[in-house]
């Protein structure tokens, strides 16, 4: 067992772990901020995208105890400090982006570090982008129309009824 | 202008809050107190025969509590099936055990053969590497029509041959088609495959088991579509546990598309595991384990002939298929291929004379049963290629030559000659609207720029009708369902006035909790925010059947309509009493009670309250309180119907296709929700495409399988994909539920595959590859490459 101490959405928070503990386990099991998900066993899916460091990573792909010290930021401190919705997060609601909610907190954290990297990415840059997150329920659509919204760039409502 | 509440709305999301935030619950968020982990150890080979497992070593391990095998499972039933197909002779479909562990013999890779129960899920999995199984391999059974030739290994030695059962459809017509198409003017055949899919919802299955033995009650969180079903299925039939001591909860789940409505062993381990260690027991399946383990979809192989007079009606149609069962039945696999599939041949098409034969077939690899859509995209998929083939052998316009045949508007409730009878439906609307959008009047301009650039560019058309909400229970009972298809609906009016939804219908990506209060709240005039769904716990919610096969709001939806209808009712009483009026006097409009004619009224929230404080009250007439349940019992299916419009680019060098664009204009009856309606559309079709061009479930001759991880199975990613046109402004109201709605949930995955395949033949045809007349799915760059260049 080795001790881990990490800052997660800017609190502090330790744990022994076995080395071979994934920090995907360790943030789920151990700290219990489930909001990060596991969809595969092959760092395929992007489901359990997190940011350490300020860089997206899949969390599957990265064991605990090589993050001591780190800087990680989940699904869980994405929204703004008064607890409303970020803007990623509020652009996924108003556009439809999300339905089982799964693949939704990976999606977010990967929308997030494009989005600094790339403040208006084109429609073909966001799916790029996107090569690494897995969503089985939306076709994408809607997540990427959320993504282009949140970098301010105009996209057309969801259809309303007349 | 567009609505914002209420039926009709695209009201955003409320459950998307908690999604959003990292705050939803979903079944691996769960962890009890005191709780074990169970970790399977599966089967590596299709088929052997057990001769001993050796558990000494694991049992010996840090942190193992039990280890479990089939030993342990005596006494037990196996895991039942949910559906019974009597053969064209009359006799039942052959129905082999499916024991919760193997017994004596594993028959697909994946089969589970032991269990390791420990203090970590680590230690379960270390312990499980420690247990010696010795098997002896017999030949795995794979191709279907190799394993119905005589000589044949057995997957199940108890049984005569590995046929589950030879179905015809309609029997009486056998005779009078093949008839017809001997004496055809025209014929066109196909031969093709509907490959084999996993369902891959993004949440991996999981489940907790969790016995209490003070009470002697068991609790089963479980990934599940339908936990009303799995509690009857594994109590009644697995584990003998009468429904009253048995309570099933699907939180919070991240997809289903059929692979959750079953019941598996997994969940019957877990809930049996916890009584015998007296600990909670909890099992989440790895990605690789979902490959294995979860009920894979599609797997039939099908010859289709079409008929045709001089003039082009379609005079008969007779179809062959093989349908692949895996080596169990799973809970609803047996009724796929034949009544959701044999039902469905009319199509949107005048065809007088319809014959099917399915022949199931047990092999062995992992359980087949429903995927979105189940039976109706194998349907259509067919019906759709073999009419565009027809068109290009007869050199006329695949749109003409379905417009043609198609049922006329005035023609409904039309009677096909496979059982069914189509309510509504305007076929013509639809493909109108579908061409228009998908701009075919300009499509020869695009070919041009794309032959520029030394592409192919083509355009595929498919329209599809599917058989939804499924559906009267006395019905499918004599098909052989051994469930009712009712769907029940508890509303429980608050004395506050805010109103709980009790559902048996699941939602796991649906949005019921946004799109069910909004039916409510426009029939009682309230704002839907006062209205709250409460679903997926066998504990607070009324005996339900689930969600599949797009049932949810309109056998779901229609019993909640039934169930406010009757609190309309009652608190209309009490609103007369309260307003000293006759209660045929009484109007509700926009939350208020009025008594016609007058400027008297009260408020809802004062009827709320009299029924919970019934000082001022009828009690003479009727008993205080607001709750009412409804059971609804649809009398027909639902039958959506659409046009996909699929335009492709194929690069001739390697054989890759792009998707371009792709149209669908659907009629899905009333809408309540149309962004939902939409997302729905979208994400069935990004599956269709997936279907058509990147997805297969493959298996080596062993028995193996190949595509068993996302580096092997092509999900379809954000850069496979176009951006969609969806409609569904072209309405023909369903005429047999309240609400005039048919179900959008599988329209999607049914109407896209043919579509892309008959635009990647267009684009061969078009680039003068006319030699090239079917290429089954997907449609990989290698299999068109090859196909274009004749190998
Ligand atoms: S769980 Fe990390 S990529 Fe799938
Ligand atoms: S919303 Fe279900 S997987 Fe993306």
Redesign the interface.
Known sequence: MTSVTITVNGQSRSGDV?G?TLLSTFL??QLT??????????S??G?CVVHVDGEAVKACSVLAADVDGAEIT???G??NADGS?GVI?QA???H?G????????GM?MSAAALLKENPKPT??E???Y??G????????????KAIMAASGQDVAP????? | ???DGGI???S??R????????????T??I?LNNQTYAWFLRSEVAHGTINAIDTSAAEAMDGVVKVFTARDFEGVGGVPCGWQVTDRFGNPMKEPKHPVLAEGKVRHVGDPIAVVVAESE?QARDAAEAIAVDITELPAVMDMKAALADGATKVHDDLDDNLCYDWGFVEENREAVDAAIAEAAHVTTLELTNNRLVA?????RVAVGDFNPGTEDYTLYTTSQNPHVIRLLMGAFVLGIPEHKLRVIAP????G?GSKIYHYAEEAFVTFASAQVRRPVKWTS???EAFISDAHGRDHVTKIELAMDADHNFTALRCDTYANMGAYLSTFAPSIPTWLHGTLLAGNYRTPLIYTNVKAVFTTTTPVDAYRGAGRPEATFQLERVIDKAARELGVDPAELRRKNFIKPEEFPYQTPVAVVYDTGNYHATLDKGLEMAGVDTFEARCAESAANGKLRGLGIAHFIEACGIAPSNLVGQLGARAGLYESATVRVNATGSISVMTGSHS????HETAFPQVVAEMLGIDEGMVEVVHGDTANTPMGMGTYGSRSIAVGGSAMVRATEKIINKAKKIAAHLLEASEADIELADGQFSVAGTDKSVAWGDVTLAAYVPHNYPLEDIEPGLEETAFYDPSNFTYPSGAYICEVEVDPDTGKVEVLGFTAADDFGN?IN???V??QV??????GIGQALLENCAYDENGQLLSG???DYT?????D?P??EVDHSCITPCTHNPLGVKGCGEA?AIGSPPAVVNAVIDALHRGGHTHVTHIDMPLTPSRVWAAINGQ
């Open positions: 076995e071979r789920r099991d901020l489930t909001g990060t998900h596991v969809g595969c066993d092959t395929q899916c489901a989940t699904i869980e994405m929204a919705l997060q996924f609601q108003d439809h999300l339905q089982c909610g799964f693949c939704t907190p977010v429609e073909a966001v799916r790029h996107l090569e997150n897995i969503c089985r329920c939306t076709g994408y659509h809607n997540i990427v969801p259809m309303a009824a007349e | 202008m567009p609505k009709g709305a695209s955003k999301r459950e998307d809050v908690r999604f959003l935030t990292g705050r939803g619950r979903y691996d968020d962890n680590a891959n919802p993004m949440e991996p919070d789940v991240g997809g598309f790895t990605r690789s796991h990506g649906q949005g809408v149309p962004m939902i939409e997302g979208h994400g069935g079709v990004a599956q991880s996302y580096m999900m379809p990613r954000a850069d994909l951006m969609f999607g």
